[in-house]
């Protein structure tokens, strides 16, 4: 196993910490079992050789033949049924721990995947994070339950009967432990071959289930466009090369099986020949060479299911490669001290300290932004809002005005300059207090599945009387009514019982009962029929008066009523100014203006 491969096991190991006592049980049992296995063909051995006089055990022989056959028989009987009573035993705590571990896991790595930063996701594809979330981390938690176990089991069970043959008859003994040198040296050859190969079916599954989550999410697109047909082309071409790196696993798989086999006969063979040749030299007894010859086979049924556990080692070791590498990841987005080092020297005091109290003010100095470096959307961005005012944000598709929204929620990080909240460089306000000061309506409203009630709540504490009365105010009961259950009314996968007005009229509604410090609407009535926007738009004053709000706008009623208009331009600030003043400068809002009066284009 190379370096980084140990060092991934040995971090994921801390997950077995937590159940020290149930993993000494497993290992506390290895060496009985392995001695119940041993002892069983040296006793059947014994059996024959008192049979023909020939007992190597001085207290047997002084015993009557039928006692001592008895003796040996109810010995074999108790090691049977111990052997399988300590087998089924550990079995149960190995699963158990398997599962155990598989929780811990799977827990961390959701928790590890829900603060990676937007950046990282944008270049995951949901599909193979699911996969790592699932396939993986099952089988690294067989790896650490029955793979590893098994292999210590193995392990301890091939130098119980290797000192075991070596005391009863030294020649034997090493010529058995010789055939072990070939397997040993096969299978280390095989190991990286079989390691890439199936890092290679991981990496395929993972493209197999992206394509496959892709459809499901677009069935709408595509069943409108029809491209059934030509999707599943794709997808068949990535269902073949899937199976084409699986047959390469098998390969592997078969060849170190079929290889054990071979060299076990061998044995056998060899233990027949030269075993037989001492017995007629008489230089050793028929009861020892039958110990030797159950002892071939005993020795080599751990390579066996060494053999059969090659994929699921191999496939586990891939698992945590893979596991490590998103656990590996670093979080882009992290609460940081309030004495924070920004490359531009912080001011004011920073959340929390004393004569801290928000009040709205937001501002950006010299910020520059890009999701690729040769791609910049915000260059050099320096602007202030003051406390309780209303500004639009105005500019055509691509000028940076969603991302200047992700920059300020610290979804992402800019490369060069800083926002600041209240005269604080957001980088020192801790993000459950920051996001907690900030109301976000996207125009793309998500729902989770679950009631509308929870839906609305989010991680707020409110009960449901006062959830009743927040949404009378706001005038939600129209909607609820029509509702089957009202608040308890459970909402399909994205909202999706639900119209689009709808769903924004809950997003609107969450946000309100958050009374944030800054609102932050990315054109929230978009989808919304002019009745239900009439409806709200008496709420979203109220939700809007005395608190900063930054709205991006493509509706001329909504930019008029802002108290600044800034437009941008390729992630600059080419404008800004109220509606009036703008027309009367003539410029690119002037321009756009004039456009959507016309009907041929958005602000």
Partial sequence: MAATDFQ???RLG???SQD???????LSLLLPLSLAGAIQPLLVGEAISILRNESTFPWLSALPMSTAVRILVGTLLFSVLLRLGLQGFQSFNIESLGQRLTARIRNDLFAHAMALSLRFHDRMPVGKLLTRLTSDVNALAEVFGSGAVGVLTDLVTLVVISVT???IEWRLG????????PVTLVILWLQRRFRKANYRVREELSQLNADFQENLQGLEVVQMFRRETFNGQLFERTGSAYRQAVN????????????VEWVALVAVAAVLAFGGWMVTAETMGL???TTFILYSQRLFEPLRQLADRFTQIQGGLTAVERIGELLEQPLDIVDQSSDYQSPIKPASVAPGSKGFAPVGEVVFEGVSFAYRP???ILQDLSFRIAPGEHVALVGPTGSGKTTLIRLLCRLYEPQLGRIMLDGVDIRTIPLQRLRKQLGVVLQDTFLFSGNVADNLRLDASIDDDRLREICRDLGLDPLLNRLPQGLETELRERGGNLSSGERQLLAVARVAIRNPTVLVMDEATAFMDPSTEATLQRDLDRLLERRTAVVIAHRLATVEAADRIMVLRRGKLVEQGTHLELRAQGGLYSQLAELQERGLAKL
């Fill in 8 to 10: 991934r096991v040995r």
């Fill in 14 to 16: 801390r997950y077995l």
């Fill in 20 to 26: 020290r006592r149930r993993l000494w049980i497993i």
């Fill in 165 to 167: 043959m070596i005391l």
């Fill in 174 to 181: 090493v010529l058995l432990l010789l055939t072990q040198v």
């Fill in 248 to 259: 390469g696993t098998i390969f592997y798989d078969s060849s170190i099986s079929a290889f």
């Fill in 287 to 289: 009861g020892i060479l």
């Fill in 374 to 376: 040769d791609e910049p």
